[in-house]
């Protein structure tokens, strides 16, 4: 799937047998606690290496969307997320089966997580300019900043699906790279940025805000493109708690404006 032989292809993948009749019921159902716990940041996790798993271990086929895309994946490298750590060993159907159905995950999605697990990296990948003494998106971030969203019917920046994601999977360090490389993103259209603002207030929790207030401040930065357009018009009356926190953070930049004078 990323051209290299750690991740298994469709055609490589070990067909579970067919299932029988359980009473155990889906790991879903149980509404897994989500653990903070993760492997320990490195110096740079921009570039950090793959995660140190097991690739002998058994091969979980995992479904995504409702197009009931197949991926395949070994259990230890699933297992770095308490998600689906819980899945593959817990007393749940899913870990009789070697079955993970995700039927409200996107795909291109899973993909980039996948390949995160086994890379610690995911395409566009993230690489220090020593000429610029910056950090970089290869190819320019043009490999594909925004995805198609089912969800909600829109394009949303791929970066903030990503970290909503990382969050719900339990991967820290994956939620890190992801706010990251968003605030390397350019160009992005209006509409794009306040579709992905909402999708981030939808799919974070309150008690983590880091997400969110990338986009309050991006738009406060970028108040006099903001304030011309159509979309934030109709986006406003609306209205959302995000427009009330962005009300917010106006006031406090205004404060701070008023007391540098």
């Not at 969203?149 to 969050?167: E, F, M, N, P």
């Not at 304030?227 to 006031?251: H, I, N, P, W, Y």
């Amino acid at each position: 799937m990323f051209g290299r032989r750690n991740v298994l292809t469709e055609s490589q993948r070990h067909r579970a047998g067919k299932a029988t009749k359980s009473t155990k019921r889906s790991f879903r159902d149980h509404g897994v606690t989500k653990t903070t716990r993760s492997r320990a940041p490195s110096q740079n996790f921009e570039t950090s290496p793959p995660l140190p798993s097991n690739l002998t271990s058994a091969i979980i086929t995992i479904v995504c969307g409702r197009e009931q895309r197949l991926f395949a994946a070994h259990e230890d490298v699933l297992c770095h997320s308490p998600f689906f750590a819980a899945a593959c060993r817990g007393q749940f159907q899913e870990a009789h089966t070697r079955r993970i159905d995700l039927p409200d995950e996107e795909p291109e999605i899973f993909s980039s997580v996948l390949e995160y697990l086994y890379k610690g990296d995911y395409y566009p990948r993230i690489h220090h300019n020593k000429r610029r003494d910056a950090w970089e998106l290869e190819d320019g971030g043009a490999g594909g900043s925004t995805v198609f969203h089912s969800g909600v019917a829109g394009v949303v920046l791929k970066d903030t699906v990503i970290y909503c994601t990382a969050d719900k999977y339990g991967l820290e360090e994956l939620k890190r790279l992801a706010l990251r490389k968003q605030g390397l993103q350019s160009g992005i259209q209006c509409s794009t940025i306040l579709t992905s603002a909402r999708y981030a207030y939808a799919n974070t929790p309150d008690s983590d805000p880091k997400l969110r207030a990338h986009y309050l401040s991006l738009i406060v930065r970028s108040r006099t493109t903001f304030k011309r357009s159509g979309t934030m018009q109709m986006e406003m009356e609306v209205g959302g708690k995000l427009f009330f926190d962005l009300f917010v953070a106006m006031c406090n930049h205004l404060d701070d404006v008023s007391n540098a004078v």
